[in-house]
């Protein structure tokens, strides 16, 4: 007979709250349903996005009365001609003959005419919102559309084990969490303006996208420094798009910190103001049809930017500068960072050429985000 001997500690072992999350967002992108608890009733949860038919006809078998809903942001719900009752978003109840398709329509209004005839819609009044507040935010958080098909379980329906499952507390709390970000690596890489370079790659507690660094010269860690906040943008930085100013800032920027051989270029993977590139390029197909860009996010149910710059703040402290020359027309820019502890010693001006393919993008920066062109 062998005796299998426990080790004393691996009943200790545990995921973190963050570590919980990242796993939902797994989840989500994956088409896995989760669960959502709140003040002891079960929700099943899946993104409209990846959602598969399968799940779509277990969540109706395990509704109660068979009635399941999605929830959409508030600004999606204007689009649809739909009451949002609970202020900052809606929850739709879906129709008994109404299938996965039309579900997806219902999020994603790149397809809106290819889906011209959708509603009368009704919305759920009364109860709590919460779930679907949550649901909503690891959509976003996922980089899928911020849509979400939900179904309460009633108490006698056992829940597989197996599917991961967190309180709306829980979610909550992560909304307000503090970022911790780490440096994972670091090399010198020469730089076309400058042979002494270093790029920093640093990598966030829950997981995600990692983010970068990219330190010109040797700047002096007791004075401002020249710094440029930028977020990822795949078609601009690298594809070199007509469509927005992007690329030519980041080469603008990279040239002036070469010039006099200092700076700090901060490289957030926050692809198409923290939507992420599928949504990026939804909006786009939205602005081909007449949109600006900050309605075609509205339409898409985003906010006009859902970026978190206090990265770029945490960054900048972790290489041990406090204070900056921050290059930017967004002044937006500046209050964020000011507010998490960098001191904006002078708001830089970054002029790039005006096209005309990029006009209405930058008139749309201008008039409806403030930027200072």
């Not at 919305?123 to 935010?137: C, D, E, M, T, Y």
């Not at 303006?193 to 920093?200: E, K, N």
């Not at 990265?311 to 937006?332: C, I």
């Amino acid at each position: 007979m062998v005796t299998v001997l426990k080790h004393p500690g691996v009943a200790q072992l545990g995921l973190t709250t963050g570590q919980r999350i990242a796993r939902v967002h797994a989840d989500l992108r994956m088409g896995a349903p989760i669960v959502i608890r709140e003040s002891g009733t079960a929700h099943l949860v899946a993104a409209v996005e990846t959602a598969v038919p399968d799940v779509i006809s277990q969540f109706r078998a395990v509704a109660r009365d068979g009635i399941i809903h999605v929830a959409v942001t508030a600004r999606r719900a204007r689009t649809l001609a739909a009451r949002a009752y609970d202020g900052d978003l809606a929850r739709l109840i879906v129709p008994a003959e109404a299938d996965t398709g039309w579900i997806r329509s219902i999020a994603d209004p790149s397809r809106d005419l290819e889906t011209p005839m959708k509603g009368p819609f009704m919305s759920l009044r009364g109860g709590s919102p919460a779930v679907a507040r949550a649901a909503i935010r690891q959509c976003k958080q996922s980089r899928l559309l911020p849509a979400a098909v939900i179904s309460p379980v009633p108490e006698h329906v056992p829940i597989p084990a197996e599917l991961t499952s967190l309180s709306c507390e829980l979610l909550c709390h992560d909304e307000n969490r503090t970022l911790r970000l780490h440096e994972v690596a670091r090399g010198n890489v020469p730089l076309k303006v400058s042979p002494r370079s270093r790029v920093h790659v640093f990598r966030p507690s829950d997981g995600g996208e990692e983010h970068y660094a990219i330190e010109i010269g040797d700047p002096d860690r007791d004075a401002p420094v020249l710094t440029r906040l930028h977020s990822a943008c795949f078609t601009g930085d690298l594809l070199g798009s007509l469509k927005c100013d992007c690329g030519h800032q980041l080469r603008a920027a990279l040239g002036e910190m070469g010039e006099p051989g200092a700076g700090v270029l901060l490289y957030l993977n926050q692809e198409g103001r923290g939507i992420g590139l599928a949504n990026k390029l939804r909006a786009y197909t939205l602005q081909d049809q007449g949109y600006d860009t900050v309605d075609a996010n509205h339409r898409l149910g985003f906010e006009d930017d859902e970026r978190d710059f206090r990265l770029g703040a945490e960054m900048l402290q972790l290489l041990g500068f406090g204070s900056v020359r921050l290059m930017t027309n967004n002044p937006a820019k500046v209050d964020f960072m000011r507010r998490n502890g960098i001191a904006v010693e002078e708001r830089v001006p970054l002029v790039v050429e005006r096209t005309r393919l990029n006009a209405d993008y930058l008139d749309t920066k201008a008039r409806r985000s403030g930027h200072l062109l």
